[in-house]
C-alpha cells in the first residue's frame, strides 16, 4: 500500500510491465537490503547532521525514500535498452538529432525516443521560465567558480557509500580516468545550465540533461543486463532517483541550511527563483516532483530522509578505488592546465585543497 505518494509507486511498478526483460525479476514489493528503517542499524545519516528517529517514525517520508530507491526512468531507460539494436553512438546521435532540430527529424526515429523527448516536452503546471531565467541568472557566477567544487563533494558523497556507489564500479562508468572526466562533464553541465535560454526547449542546457539522463540509463541497463553481478535484492534499482535527489538540489539544500539557521521559514525572492531554475533542472534530468520540494523544510527533509534510510556501508575495493581515482587525477589535470598562470595554479589549487570539505556539503562537518 502506498497511501501518501500512490502515483509514484504505480510508476515504479510500470517498470516491470514497460521492460519486464530488465525488471521483471525485481520484487518491487520488498525494499532492498540497502533501505533499513531498523533504528539499531547505522544509516548514512550523522546524528549530528539531524536526529534519525523523526525521520523514521514519519510514515510519509518513510514511504517517499522507499518508493524512489526502486524508481529508475521509465522513459529513458526503455530507449537506452535499444543500445544492442543502434549501438550507444547511434543513441546519441539520435538523440542530440531530435534536441536540435526535433523528433521528426530524427529518420526512423523509434517510439522510445518519441516518448523520451515527449516527457521532457511536456513542462510542468508550476513551471515559470521567467523565474526560471531569473534563477540561473542569479546561479551563473556560483557555477562558474564552484561547481568543480561542489560537484566533487557530490560524488565523493556519493562514493563514500558501498549501496550507491556499486552501480558505477560495475559498469566502469566511473572506473580509472572515466571518474576523473565524468567529475568534469558533470561541472560543465550544472555550468551550461545556467546560461541564457540553457533550459528552452533548443536551448543547450536542455539538451545536456537529456544527454545526462541517457548516460544513467545506460548505467541501468548496462547493470541489469548482467544480473549475475547486479543484486537486486541487496542494491535495489542501479542509480534510483532518490540517489540523483542530492547533486540536483545540493545548492538548495545549502541556501535551506543558512535559511532556516537564520531562523527564516522562507525563501528569499532571489533563493525562491534559484529553487524554481533548480526544480525545472532536475525536472528535466527525470526526477519526480514528489522529490523536488517547494520550501526550505522540504528540501532538508529530502535530504536527511534519504540517509537516514540508506545503510551506511563503505567497501574499500568499491568506494576507496572510486575515491582514489577520482580526486588524484582530477587536481592533476587542473595542475597541468594552469601552471602557465600563476593566478590560475592557486585558483586550481584551492578547488582540489577543498575536494574534501566539499564532500562536507552533502555530509557536513560538525561545529
Not at 509507486?9 to 520484487?27: F, K, M, N, T, W
Not at 549501496?163 to 560495475?170: E, V
Not at 535495489?236 to 531562523?263: E, K
Not at 525563501?267 to 527563483?273: D, G
Amino acid at each position: 500500500m502506498s497511501p501518501h505518494y500512490p502515483e509514484l509507486a504505480e510508476r515504479v511498478r510500470s517498470q516491470r510491465a514497460l521492460q519486464p526483460e530488465l525488471y521483471g525479476s525485481i520484487d518491487f514489493d520488498e525494499a532492498p537490503f540497502r533501505f533499513t528503517v531498523d533504528p539499531g542499524d547505522k544509516s548514512s545519516l550523522p546524528g549530528w547532521v539531524a536526529p534519525r528517529e523523526p525521520l523514521l517514525a514519519d510514515d510519509r517520508v518513510v514511504e517517499l525514500m522507499r518508493t524512489a530507491t526502486m524508481l529508475g526512468d521509465v522513459v529513458a531507460d526503455p530507449y537506452a535498452a535499444l543500445a544492442p539494436e543502434y549501438g550507444v553512438k547511434g543513441l546519441i546521435g539520435m538523440l542530440r538529432q531530435a534536441c536540435r532540430a526535433g523528433v521528426d527529424s530524427v529518420p526512423g526515429a523509434p517510439e522510445e525516443l518519441r516518448a523520451f523527448l515527449a516527457a521532457m516536452e511536456a513542462t510542468p503546471a508550476w513551471l515559470d521560465m521567467e523565474l526560471v531565467e531569473e534563477g540561473a541568472r542569479h546561479s551563473r557566477v556560483g557555477a562558474a567558480f564552484l561547481s568543480p567544487v561542489l560537484i566533487r563533494g557530490a560524488f565523493l558523497a556519493t562514493f563514500l557509500n558501498t549501496y550507491a556507489a556499486l552501480p558505477m564500479t560495475l559498469t566502469g562508468a566511473l572506473s580509472g580516468r572515466r571518474a576523473a572526466r565524468r567529475v568534469n562533464e558533470t561541472a560543465s553541465f550544472f555550468a551550461v545550465t545556467t546560461l541564457p535560454g540553457a533550459l528552452e526547449r533548443h536551448g543547450e542546457g536542455f539538451e545536456a540533461a537529456a544527454m545526462v539522463r541517457l548516460m544513467h540509463s545506460m548505467v541501468r541497463y548496462n547493470a541489469l543486463a548482467r544480473g549475475d553481478r547486479w543484486d537486486a535484492d541487496v542494491y535495489g534499482v542501479p542509480l534510483p532517483q532518490v540517489d540523483q535527489m542530492p547533486a540536483g538540489l545540493i545548492n538548495m539544500y545549502l541556501l535551506a541550511t543558512m535559511a532556516i539557521r537564520r531562523g527564516r521559514t522562507e525563501f528569499s525572492a532571489r533563493e525562491r527563483a534559484i529553487l524554481e531554475f533548480s526544480r525545472y533542472r532536475c525536472f528535466l534530468l527525470g526526477l519526480p516532483e514528489e522529490l523536488l520540494p517547494t520550501t526550505a523544510a522540504g528540501i532538508l527533509e529530502v535530504f536527511h530522509g534519504r540517509a537516514a534510510v540508506l545503510r551506511d556501508d563503505f567497501d574499500d575495493a568499491t568506494c576507496g578505488a572510486l575515491v582514489r581515482s577520482t580526486i588524484p587525477r582530477t587536481c592533476a589535470r587542473a595542475a597541468r592546465a594552469t601552471t602557465a598562470s600563476p593566478t590560475r595554479s592557486r585558483r586550481a589549487g584551492a578547488g582540489c585543497s577543498s575536494s574534501a570539505s566539499a564532500a562536507a556539503t552533502a555530509r557536513p562537518r560538525p561545529p
